[in-house]
């Protein structure tokens, strides 16, 4: 594997307890918990020819991975400032909190959908762009598109239509009856609420651009062929869990 051994888990409390004996006294620290970047489930060039292995390694090791180090020091920076708030509530406190607030949402917004996005992803021998038949996901595609391709081609669209920078995504909408969607999001804000993300498809150059250059059609194209449906069959049925 060459990606590194690290976990995705995020802790949901912000401060953990950590407590020490030193001889005959305890001493109790507030340690921060932080996200790390995710294990791969693949190798870097276990996607070529779709994805070639040196734009799986920069976009994984460089831009998921500042994804981490600036929402870390975001929820860091924003605990802070909640407690200087707390003991000096300033307009001038509150602007900082504003503007850290936005650098959560951004790097928050990027590691969450590259979390997605790897795990989207699967080598064309181990069942890349093979829809799991049987599935619920499989049914509910035959009722709503007739058939696999037209869910591909509306979300290529989706894609083709992101001006800039952004993400195309299937998602199951529980606000309608669970049917399916083809949404787009702008750079790097994500899917929320009752929006459960199946499928995501980074359109940012990053994603494309060492290969693909200026054609990112056939990158919209080709990485159909590494889609790991059976991921999105099972968060269809578990509802994003």
């Known amino acids: 594997m060459l990606s590194r051994s690290t976990t995705a888990t995020f802790r949901r ?16 620290a507030f340690v921060r918990n932080k996200v790390t970047l995710p294990d791969l489930d693949w190798d870097f ?19 998921h991975q500042t994804y ?33 607030e936005q650098n959560l949402k951004f790097h928050g917004g990027g590691y969450t959908n590259h ?3 790897w795990k989207n992803l699967v080598p064309e021998k181990d069942g890349g762009s093979q829809l799991p038949k049987e599935s ?12 696999l391709d037209p869910l591909i081609a509306s979300t290529n669209a989706a894609l083709a239509g992101v001006q800039g920078s952004g993400w195309a995504w299937i998602v199951k909408n529980l606000d309608n009856g669970g049917k399916l969607e083809v949404v787009s999001t702008m750079n790097q804000d994500t899917v929320t609420g009752k929006k459960i993300p199946l499928v995501a ?32 069959a099972r968060r269809y049925e578990s509802e994003g869990i």
Not at 80 to 92: G, V, Y
Not at 220 to 229: D, G, H, L, P, T
């Open 201 to 232: 498809i980074d359109a940012w150059e990053h994603a494309y651009y060492l290969q693909y250059q200026n054609k990112k059609v056939d990158y919209f194209k080709a990485i159909w062929n590494v889609i790991n449906w059976k991921e999105a």
């Open 45 to 63: 060039g276990a996607l070529e020819p779709h994805i070639s292995g040196q734009i799986n390694e920069l976009h994984y090791s460089k831009h």
């Open 136 to 147: 619920a996901l499989a049914k509910a595609i035959q009722e709503q598109y007739g058939s």
């Open 115 to 117: 979390c997605i996005f």
């Open 13 to 28: 409390l912000p401060l953990a307890i950590k407590t020490t004996q030193v001889g005959s006294l305890s001493q109790t």
């Open 68 to 100: 981490v180090n600036g929402f870390n020091t975001a929820v860091e920076q924003l605990q802070d400032l909640s407690a200087q708030l707390a003991k000096e509530p300033t307009p001038a406190i509150s602007r900082q909190i504003l503007q850290v």
